[in-house]
């Protein structure tokens, strides 16, 4: 039995469930599989696409073995989804990044889109709320860039609902973050705005290459 499903069948003991709508690969780095985040090198694996191809063979058995109904990778580039689909059995069905108007990925969403990988995008309002440690000092804010609140009014709704509706707009899921149950009734909203194509073109010269969540927390001495 593989790590990833060992892993699995611990995830859903946990649960109380006997199986998952979707797994996925977080991001496409291998560390000791004891260890629950690596706080040394010693605990990260070298990177190499054999390690990868192994870890894609086990989703793959978690599937057969009817531990989750889909699976599929998080954080791939072009370059790895690429890899996967020449040595994999089966192909992810989604791939979940870092996706908002000051990153766009135009290259990757196509190629996503071309191969019938369906994108989520992860910190599609700017992901604000996450730890201090890992924001840059000047970073920009998402929800206040003048564009986005300009379109906003126009619309008469928020800048978060934009955001959104930008997304889906674009066949692509999201998925924003909240415990407030008049903001999660307002990010549902967001499904009915129709941005038009003078708003789609206003927000596509917004992109940066900004990459808010840079993984840089993977990054460490030797």
């Known amino acids: 039995m593989c790590s990833s499903d060992l892993a699995l069948r ?3 003991a946990d649960l109380g469930l006997e199986w998952l709508d ?3 690969i ?3 780095v291998a560390i000791d599989p004891v260890v629950g ?3 040394s090198a010693s605990e990260v694996l070298p990177p190499s696409p054999e390690g990868l191809r192994a870890t894609w063979e086990g989703m793959e058995a978690a599937l057969d073995a009817g531990l989750t109904r889909h699976i599929g990778v998080s954080n791939y580039s ?3 989804l690429q890899d996967l689909l020449e040595h994999g059995r089966l192909r992810p069905e989604v791939n979940q990044v870092e996706l908002h108007p000051l990153l766009q990925q135009p ?3 196509a190629f996503c889109q071309a191969q019938g990988i369906h ?3 992860y910190s599609p309002l700017g992901s604000g709320d996450r730890p201090a440690r890992l924001k840059a000092a000047d970073e920009p804010v998402l929800l206040d860039n003048p564009v986005i609140s300009a379109i906003a009014a126009e619309h008469g709704c928020s800048a978060a609902q934009v955001l959104l509706a930008w997304h889906l707009g674009r066949g692509i899921s999201t998925i924003p973050k909240s415990v407030s149950a008049e903001r999660l009734r307002e990010n549902l909203a967001a499904a009915a705005i129709d941005l038009s194509p003078a708003d789609q073109e206003r927000i596509a010269a917004l992109d940066r290459g900004l990459r808010l969540v840079d993984g840089s ?3 460490m001495e030797g």
Do not use: C, D, G, M
Request: glycine residues 0%; without cysteine; proline residues 8%.
């Open 10 to 12: 611990r995830t859903l």
């Open 22 to 24: 979707l797994y996925l």
């Open 26 to 28: 977080h991001w496409p």
């Open 37 to 39: 985040f690596p706080s």
């Open 78 to 80: 072009v370059r790895k």
């Open 107 to 109: 290259e990757l969403v």
């Open 119 to 121: 994108i989520t995008a």
């Open 217 to 219: 927390f993977w990054l």
